[in-house]
């Protein structure tokens, strides 16, 4: 995640709005902290293991310099100890009776909600798994479980520098429809200029699954 930070704040075409680095260090061992998961039910395989970062969280909220760009990003994304931590509130986001066994057993793991979205990211943490389920929880009061592991979340995140609605390219929804038509505009937009000013990026199958969901 320090990657995704210091490319957008190195480069001319992001205005960082926000910027935070919650409580950690680069010295922290968190060899413990899997043992005591691991104690608890939740082992988790050598690839999360190797996607962790040792501060509690990392948060960043940009736009694009240029006024007539309309793109937008941001994350608040915890280290996988600390999102096991955080469990989803579930009275606030209970819209049907029959959501409410799910969501007690979510935790955040991306509070997108600085912009005014209202989005989430989440991790599902059952017994025995070794990797959690992703889980979305949209302003459409929908929630729609992620094609990703929690290392897949970050990767992308490094690649999308977390553009508004980037989740959705991994979700089964089709984003031809009229209530995506901002999420569309906002893909499309990544798709059309990040590449150009982070060529070292692949994104590649990114596009092949924008045009999957249309």
């Not at 709005?17 to 922290?28: A, H, L, Q, S, T």
């Not at 996988?80 to 606030?92: C, H, K, M, N, T």
Request: hydrophobic letters at 40%; charged letters at 25%.
């Amino acid at each position: 995640m320090s990657q995704t930070i210091s490319e957008v704040r190195e480069s001319p075409f992001f205005d960082v709005m926000y910027e935070e680095v919650g409580p950690g260090g680069p010295d922290k061992d968190p060899t413990a902290i899997f043992e005591l998961m691991a104690e608890d039910g939740f082992p988790l395989t050598e690839r999360l293991k190797e996607a962790y970062f040792p501060y509690r969280y990392k948060a960043l909220h940009w736009r694009a310099a240029d006024s007539e760009v309309p793109l937008f990003g941001e994350f608040n994304v915890m280290n996988i100890d600390s999102s096991s931590e955080e469990r989803l509130p579930v009275q606030d986001f209970a819209w049907e009776k029959s959501d409410e066994k799910l969501l007690s057993e979510l935790s955040i793991l991306d509070d997108i909600s600085r912009g005014g979205g209202g989005q989430l990211a989440t991790m599902r943490f059952l017994p025995g798994v070794a990797s959690p389920e992703i889980w979305f929880l949209d302003r459409f009061n929908t929630i729609v479980k992620l094609d990703l592991d929690y290392r897949a979340y970050l990767d992308n995140l490094i690649i999308t520098k977390g553009v508004t609605g980037w989740q959705y390219l991994f979700a089964d929804v089709p984003l031809s429809a009229q209530e995506y038509g901002s999420t569309l505009e906002s893909l499309r937009t990544m798709l059309e200029v990040l590449p150009e000013h982070f060529p070292d990026h692949d994104y590649t199958s990114l596009a092949a699954r924008l045009e999957a969901r249309l």
